[in-house]
């Protein structure tokens, strides 16, 4: 029996959906779900449902950018300390992961893209492992490392694949500009207090309007991550009525329906599919995973001991930090499709993102394991119990 395109895509759509639910009772993200039902596809060599899937995933990457940037909440007090948490987790993630790429990549400029994507942490990670974390300060500190270093990575993905890509300057200025310009209409409606219908129609025509703007360069996962930063932002303004607040909500969530159910199956099948099994190299895969885990472990030993943060298991914390996930896999397609990163590059650093998982989950079963043995070992100072013990996770 033969299907056509639209009817290929559907069905795999409906394989993600299905694998996700497995997943779920590991409360491990959907997202691992959706990338292997694609490499799956892949490897039994399923034809591609349609040309333009990679086209509607590229296009869909706003939706991407847009639950990252909803996920990015800061209060005014913490700002100064997670803006200096986030550059030197960046700085240090990527340092570690470039000094060990440099020698194996023969191109210096991948292996500064591959080392940029390595040095972010997948939000959704922490939170689908935190099952494993003995204190909520732990979880606490891992959910404010990963949060915090998604702007920085974003935008400095963003410069680099923009030089490397080929992209004109007046086709990354229009942009931009259209970035800057749908953020601040947005930001003008939410304050305006208008009915959640009309925020939603803003909103769409907003994402919208910058993805046709700049679907031909890096700016749709950046737009949406703008645009979701902005409803971020008006949700916690202060509205002492709390009426935008509410219709931000709503429109928040009417959002987050169309990403759960959509997009994200839609974007993270097709990477799956992109990412050629055939293709994988082993050292690059075994290099780039022991980059992602030793930038990390670094940046919680330096945060420790700059006291930047309250860590109480520095192996909980770095294990819950090393997962990647989402945003990461967003960014490597983007450069697949700018041509900076080759199928073979880009297959091995999707397979280091889903082994990334298992890695951080085993490790942190074996903490557990070691605390039931040895629990006398594994206790804090009755001092930083107390305030694990009253400090839940900020989620």
Do not use: Q
């Not at 891992?142 to 694949?161: E, F, H, P, Q, Y």
């Amino acid at each position: 029996m033969e299907f056509s395109g639209i009817a290929l895509l559907l069905l795999y759509l409906g394989v993600a959906h299905l694998s996700s639910l497995l997943l779920e009772g590991l409360r491990l993200p959907s997202v691992l779900a959706y990338v292997v039902t694609g490499l799956a596809a892949r490897t039994l060599g399923l034809p591609a449902p349609l040309e333009v899937w990679k086209d509607v995933a590229v296009f869909s990457l706003v939706f991407v950018g847009l639950h990252a940037g909803l996920s990015t909440s800061f209060s005014r007090r913490e700002l100064g300390r997670a803006i200096i948490v986030a550059i030197i987790n960046t700085s240090l993630s990527f340092t570690a992961a470039l000094a060990l790429l440099a020698p194996l990549v023969e191109d210096l400029a991948k292996a500064v893209v591959l080392s940029v994507i390595l040095a972010n942490t997948a939000t959704e990670g922490v939170v689908a492992l935190s099952r494993y974390v003995r204190y909520g300060a732990d979880l606490e500190v891992a959910l404010r490392i990963s949060i915090g270093d998604d702007l920085v990575v974003l935008l400095a993905s963003t410069a680099i694949l923009a030089s490397l890509g080929g992209l004109r300057a007046s086709s990354l200025a229009i942009s931009l500009a259209s970035i800057a310009l749908g953020t601040a209409l947005l930001i003008l409606a939410l304050r305006r207090g208008l009915s959640t219908g009309t925020l939603n129609v803003v909103t769409m025509a907003v994402l919208f309007t910058v993805v046709g703007l700049s679907v031909d360069s890096v700016g749709p996962l950046v737009g949406g991550y703008f645009v979701g930063i902005a409803l971020g932002l008006a949700r916690s303004s202060g509205d002492p009525l709390l009426r935008v607040a509410g219709h931000v909500e709503a429109v928040a969530d009417g959002l987050e329906v169309v990403n759960n159910l959509i997009t994200m199956p839609l974007v993270f099948t097709y990477i799956g599919y992109a990412a050629a099994p055939a293709s994988v190299d082993p050292a690059l895969v075994a290099v780039g995973l022991a980059g992602a885990v030793v930038g990390k472990v670094v940046v919680v030993e330096a945060l420790t001991r700059a006291r930047l943060v309250p860590v109480f298991s520095k192996v909980e914390v770095a294990s819950l930090v090393t997962v990647r996930g989402a945003l990461e896999s967003a960014i490597a397609l983007t450069a697949l499709s700018l041509g900076v990163l080759s199928t073979r590059e880009f297959s091995s650093l999707i397979l280091v993102v889903l082994l990334t998982y298992p890695l951080a989950a085993s490790t942190l079963a074996l903490r557990r394991a070691s605390r039931l043995l040895h629990p006398r070992r594994s206790s804090p100072p009755r001092s930083n119990a107390r305030e694990g013990a009253r400090r839940p996770p900020n989620l």
